[in-house]
Every structure is written in C-alpha cells, then in structure tokens.
C-alpha cells in the first residue's frame, strides 16, 4: 500500500480534501469524489464529516484495489463493506492498512467496537485478524502507541465475551493483550485455553505471559509442556535455552540450544542464540566470527543480526572506540571551557593525534617535548620497512601533518560517516563503502586535516573516530584487487607500522573489519595485528606506550588470532 505525505495540520488538509470531493459529486463526478474522500481518511481517519460523505458513496467497488493500493482507498472500502454487513472482508482490509501503516488509528470507529460484531463472525475469522496484527505490534507496544491498537482490543474483549469456550481464540488473545501490557490478563486466558483445550498455541502464550510477570519456573514448566504437543519446534527449545541462560543457568540453557542444533546445526534461531551465548562464556571472537559468516549467507536473519549487535554492544572495538591514556589528553579535561593556549610540558612524544586534539580544543597552545626515549614514537616502527622503502605516512617526525588537507567534499563524506559507535563490525564495514570513490590522498589527510565535530568539547573521540572511517574508505579502495596484493592492505600495513599513534590503531581496525566480512584475509590481518601489538609491548619495555592496551584489545577482536597471542593480550590488559 502507498501513502501520503504528512501535513502539518491533518484535519485542514482532510476537510479541504472533503471539499474536493463535494465539488466533484456536484459534477457527478462520483470516482474522484472518491479519490478525495480516500485522501481525507488518510489526513484524519476519525473525522465525523469524512464518513459522512464516505456513506454518500455506497458503492466499495469506487475505491480500487489494483496494487499499489492506496492507502486511504482500503480504509474507504473497509467501512464501506462493513455498512453493507461484510464485515469480516471489511476487517481484513481495515488490518491490512494498519499493517501497512501502524501509526495510525484506523480502526477507531464505532462499527469496530460494536459488542454485536465479533458474533457475526468465527472465532477463526478473529485468530486470523490477530495473526496479522501480530506482525506489526512491537513485544510489548510502548505506551504511546497502545491507542492505535485500543479499538482492536475493544473488540477482542467483545469476540472473548461473544466466544467464552473457543480455545484457539483464547490462546491467541493471551499474545495481543500481553503485548499491550497486561501479563496478568494474558495468563489467564491462557490457562482458560489450556484448561478447555490443551494445545502447544496455548502451553506458549502461557510461558511468554510467565515470562513478562518475571515467573521463570513457571514459564520454564509451561514451555516444556508446549513441546510435549510439538517436540520438534526448535524456537520453543531457543526460547528456553535464552530464557535460562538470562536467569544465570548458563550451561542448561546452552544445553536446550544445542539439543536444537543437533536437529537442525544452521536453525534461524538456534545457531544465533549458541554464538551469542558461547561468546559470553568464554569471550571467544571466534563464535561471533561465526555468526557474521552466517549473517552473510542468511542476510535477511534480523534476530541472527540482533544478536550480534547485542553482544557486540559496550565491547570495545567490537561497537565502539575505546578510551585514550595519553597524559596531554588528562590535562586537556582539566582545562576550563574557552581557557585559550596554553604552555605545557610531557617528557616523552605521545600521539600526534592526541597533540592535534589538544591544539584544536586550545588553538595557539605550545607543547614541549623533553625527551625522545628509543624507540622513537614519532618514527615507524624499526625493523620492519627498508630504510630507502617508499611508505604512506600521514605524520613527519616532528610530528606535524605530513599529507595535504582533504577536498572539501572528502572531508564531509568522512564526516557524515564518523561514529564513535556502531552497531557491529560488519556493519561499520559496509558502511564505509560510501567512501570507496573517494581519492587516497583525502582519506590519508583528512586524518590530520579533520573537519571539525559539533561538539568541539570532545574533539579527542571525535578525531579517533574520522580517522577510524577514513581507515574504513582505505579499506574499500580498489577492492578488486586481491587482499593480499592490494593497495589498500599496503597503505594500511604503512600506516599500522608507522609513528605510534592513534591513525595506526584505526588503520589496524579497518584491517580486522576487513577480515570480519573477507574470510580469506584473516589469517594475514591476525599476523600483523599480533606483530604491530607486540612491537608495541617490546617497546613498552623501554618507555610508556600510550596505544598499547588499546592494541591489546584490537588482538582480541581479530578473527584467527593465535590463542598464545590472545591469551597474552588478554593478561596484558588487565596488568592494571
């Protein structure tokens, strides 16, 4: 179905649609009359005059239903059969359009809430109808949007009172008023259901009317009793394994998910809900690798997708960027809002980045470096280019900008794309193929040219994270050619193994997303994560490395990463 735009005031726009339609019918022009009067529900579909004039009409068949259907011409229709005694067809149609649009109360009219109403129909006919709202109701529906739904539950009430003993009616009653926040209701129609027929809908609606009332045992008790009536329904065993794995039974909730794995090892439910939770129990990258290699083959899997973005959550690198340690950055939080330069002193080169973060917080500032403790920061990593080796560095060993401002229209690109958070890796991946197009050179300097952020008293998260989705665009440049000869992996190496700084944390990143969505690139990524963290720790031996618990983190991101290097990440990061 099609809609129309929003209005600012709908029952202007409604009533100069009326006027329309009058217009038309003085012509005798009845089928725009209709046209108009259909536009008029969609602006207010309660307005009194719109069903005036709609009774003036009488005949549904005005409003077509050659697809796409109109919205407003399916609401028109529906009340039109209703007032020639069709109701069940006019239900239907009145339910589609609320499928098609939630937003909206199209069924708060007097013929829907008619006590006399459901009689007409079966209680199947009632079931059907709440099938399909099922679609479109949210689990629970939030309170401010319960009035869309109230006529609907006005005239459920009405079919429960007209068809008290009807099991099937009950069990599926139970789903709707739960889901418009009455777990007490829903449970009992549940057990009405269950005690007048025993059936799997009803053993369900009853664990899930348990659940919302926090009755874990109870709701334990009735799901296993649902799979005496279908021992095959793998969601029930998903829902089960979830619903104690939740409630601090771990291990017997992942039991009830692998005994539906050993029926089905790829089920839509179950395979999702065994990564999710084996991850939580052993922290292991591998089981979320998993699911995203599943997510590419089932990309229409939204709870495969859910999962992923709920483990993902709150991880450092997994969803967001992480904190910075730097000293310069601890005294920028002390700084007063608008203080001007400031002169300061650090005993040992950190980031350039954070350098940069502090001058455009403070523009004018001076920071001086006592001392260049070996290895030098501020220079690549040794041992690992040739000397005379052409390399892609975006900072000089002064640690000033060694690349050219990006074009202006580069900058915004970055910009509108630049997050601190995300919903996942793959994600952050395929977003940044938005910047695919753009030249190298803009994405290598609008990591020390950034545009500036909205919110200029964060400009350190801010600057991680344009640098993270320039790293990203790299990583999408020429992706044609094969990874481990491709320029983006050199430009990427380059700038992981040059100066110590922030840009070779996003360009380590944009290698591990890679390797998250291009499964023959992991191995390598795991190599050069492991070596550019190492390198850092061995030069932790000698002076602070502000980078290296961070990198820490990024090795146990990595798909593919050898346990004894994860392992070793991971005692390493929590030395403090």
């Not at 009405?158 to 739960?178: K, Y």
Request: aromatic letters at 8%; a negative charge.
């Amino acid at each position: 179905m099609t809609d129309t735009e929003g209005v600012a005031d709908p029952t202007l726009e409604a009533e100069g649609e009326l006027s329309l339609a009058r217009i038309a019918l003085d012509e005798g022009d009845r089928w725009h009359a209709a046209e108009h009067v259909a536009r008029a529900l969609v602006c207010s579909p309660a307005l009194p005059e719109v069903h005036e004039l709609l009774a003036t009409l009488v005949d549904p068949e005005l409003f077509s239903m050659e697809p796409p259907v109109f919205l407003g011409e399916a609401v028109a229709r529906a009340h039109l059969l209703a007032a020639r005694g069709e109701e069940a067809e006019a239900l239907e149609w009145l339910v589609s359009a609320q499928c098609a649009e939630p937003r909206s109360a199209w069924a708060d009219v007097p013929w829907v809430r008619d006590a006399a109403l459901p009689a007409r129909l079966s209680p199947d006919d009632v079931v059907q109808l709440l099938n399909q709202l099922y679609g479109v109701m949210a689990d629970p529906v939030a309170e401010d949007q319960r009035t869309m739904f109230a006529p609907y539950a006005d005239f459920l009430e009405n079919a429960i009172a007209a068809f008290p003993t009807a099991a099937g009616l009950l069990a599926s009653a139970s789903i709707f008023v739960r889901r418009m926040g009455d777990p007490e209701r829903a449970a009992d129609l549940a057990q009405r259901s269950m005690d007048i027929q025993p059936s799997f809908p009803a053993a369900l609606a009853l664990g899930y009317a348990y659940r919302s009332q926090g009755r874990i045992e109870d709701t334990e008790r009735a799901w296993i009793r649902a799979l005496d009536f279908d021992p095959g329904n793998l969601a029930v065993f998903t829902d089960l394994g979830e619903l104690l794995d939740n409630n601090g039974r771990h291990d017997e909730g992942l039991a009830w998910v692998e005994r539906a794995l050993e029926r089905d090892p790829r089920e839509e439910g179950a395979f999702p809900t065994a990564c999710g939770m084996r991850f939580r129990r052993d922290n292991d990258i591998a089981h979320l690798v998993a699911l995203a290699d599943y997510l590419r083959e089932h990309p229409d899997n939204g709870y495969a997708e859910g999962v992923l973005a709920r483990t993902s959550g709150s991880r450092y690198w997994l969803s967001e960027i992480p904190r910075t340690y730097e000293s310069i950055l601890n005294l920028l939080a002390q700084l007063p809002e608008n203080s001007g330069a400031v002169s300061c002193t650090v005993t040992a080169p950190e980031p350039p980045s954070a350098f940069l973060a502090f001058s455009s917080v403070a523009p004018g500032s001076s920071i001086e470096v006592t001392d260049r403790p070996e290895p030098d920061a501020w220079l690549p990593v040794p041992d690992v280019f040739d000397e005379d080796e052409p390399k892609t560095l975006v900072w000089t060993p002064d640690g000033e900008p060694a690349v050219a401002p990006p074009a202006p229209e580069s900058a915004a690109a970055v910009r509108d794309l630049a997050t601190s958070q995300w919903r996942h890796l793959p994600q952050l991946f395929d977003d940044a193929v938005r910047l695919a197009g753009l030249p190298l050179p803009d994405l290598l300097g609008v990591m020390v040219h950034p545009p500036a952020p909205e919110d200029k008293t964060d400009w350190p998260r801010w600057l991680r994270a344009i640098q993270v989705a320039a790293c990203l665009g790299i990583a999408h440049h020429l992706p044609d050619e094969p990874w481990r000869s491709s320029t983006r992996r050199k430009v990427l190496f380059e700038l992981a193994f040059g100066p110590e700084d922030w840009v070779s944390e996003a360009a380590l990143l944009a290698m591990v997303a890679t390797a998250w969505v291009e499964p023959p690139a992991r191995t390598d990524v795991a190599h050069v994560v492991a070596a550019r963290f190492l390198a850092a720790v061995e030069a932790g031996c000698r002076r602070p490395v502000t980078i290296a618990d961070t990198l820490a983190l990024l090795v146990l991101a990595t798909p593919q990463m050898p346990p004894k290097i994860a392992e070793f990440a991971v005692g390493y990061y929590q030395k403090d």
